[in-house]
């Protein structure tokens, strides 16, 4: 079998199981066990590098107006959002707002 779908069983047996996805594709076990111990350590080393997040718009990515400041994401347990953009010289109490904001759902 080409690597390339080795790989992408790996991948499934790293979300499902070795065995499932074994079975499944009707491909070896013991094959498929190999192979995700290699990826693991190959994704190992991955893991090991400096990480950073870089965030673009959609604005920055199509050419458009990028508007300066900040901007504040947040997300609650139930999956609520809100989202704050703020202009560079402006002042916000982000605190009460995103209390007054996530109190009021509950309510």
Partial sequence: MPSELWSEAADLARVHGAYPVARGLRIS???????????????QAI???????????????????????????LCDASGTRLLIHLARVMEVDVASLVG????????
């Fill in 100 to 107: 007054a904001a996530f109190r009021q759902r509950r309510a």
């Fill in 29 to 43: 076990f013991e094959g498929l066990k190999r192979r995700l111990a290699e990826s693991t350590e190959d994704s």
């Fill in 47 to 73: 893991a090991a590098r400096p990480r950073a997040f870089v965030e673009m718009s959609g604005a920055e990515l199509l050419g458009g107006p990028v508007v300066p400041g900040t901007v504040l994401e």
